[in-house]
């Protein structure tokens, strides 16, 4: 074997020097010293609360909490257990941490208002569980966040004020990040300066950093779409998923790899570069993914990474909120792929 090629023998010290997830936010603390810590407590009970729902979904089977809770959330998809169990989960430690005034969440119709002694300057919005269809496949499911500062929480006293305090656009968040349970729970974060991985460490139970400062390539080989509701996309869509399948002579074509969980592919996304594409239908003509906690915090991640998010038509991270659980077209990866996917829409528009 070359010398280059060598690998040291473990010396049983590689694990001595482990940055947790919250020694690396304590350390992004101390980089700005007007912080009182606010944000890093917040973000400690959203960690909790992942480790809790990693730990409910590992033991689904045998505690039989697999299978339909009865309910249906705001997006009408029918309720699993894991689903209701996971929601209340990241509801009572996150309002645990004093840091937050307002809660969204896809399972609760409206914003959950904390009591006024409770509060924090934060208003956060999550997806307790995406991909919940999967779960009794035990296919890859997650938890997506995004983390606003609220013009002033400690006044809200109505619903609506709570929805027009949070509905902010994208790139106004100051931290989001995904959980992700599968062979291994990986947390996935960033504050707004890159995107940062953890992996949870079940001797420890910790999450420790593992993917440090990703960066998404800047071309990718890989599109990820559910090509079954492709006689119902628009014009620009279907064309641009031909251009992948059938390229120039000298190009080779996309390959396909779709997990049907938004965090599973994005993921992949992310490391691996391409595009995920959840594109708006007859069905579905503004689109099934939810802008404030699936698709804001998503691009938010995407572009920190270096690439890019879309609607085909406009940047995700610019749109204004106008609905707590506003839909929208969703397309992300790399950049040039997501560029290609734009020229599409801007050609049919002339």
Known sequence: MSQQHKVAPPTGLEETDSVTLTRFVLHEQRKHPESQGDLTLLLTSVQLACKVTDSCVRKAGIAKL????????VSGDLQQKLDVISNETFKVNIESSQKVAVMVS????????????NRGKYGIAFDPLDGSSNI??????????GIFRLPDGESIQTTDEACRQIMQPGRNMVAAGYAMYGSATNLVLSFGNGVHGFTLDPSLGEFV?????????RRGKIYSVNEGNCKNWDKPVVQ?????????????PYSLRYIGSMVADVHRTLLYG??????????NPNGKLRLLYEGAPMAFLMEQAGGKASTGTENILDIQPH???????????????????ESFFKSASQ
């Open 136 to 145: 009794d496949s035990n296919v890859t499911i997650g938890s997506i966040f």
């Open 106 to 117: 896809e399972e609760e119709e409206l914003p959950i208002i904390v009591e006024k002694h």
């Open 323 to 341: 609905s707590i659980h506003q839909r929208t077209p969703v397309f992300m990866g790399s950049y040039e792929d997501v560029c290609d996917l």
């Open 66 to 73: 697999y299978g339909l809770a009865g309910g249906g959330n």
């Open 274 to 283: 391409g595009i995920f594409c959840y594109p708006a239908d007859k069905k």
């Open 240 to 252: 641009y998923i031909q251009s992948l399948k059938f390229p120039p002579e000298g190009k080779s």
């Open 209 to 217: 950093l593992t993917h440090p400062n990703i960066r998404i390539p």
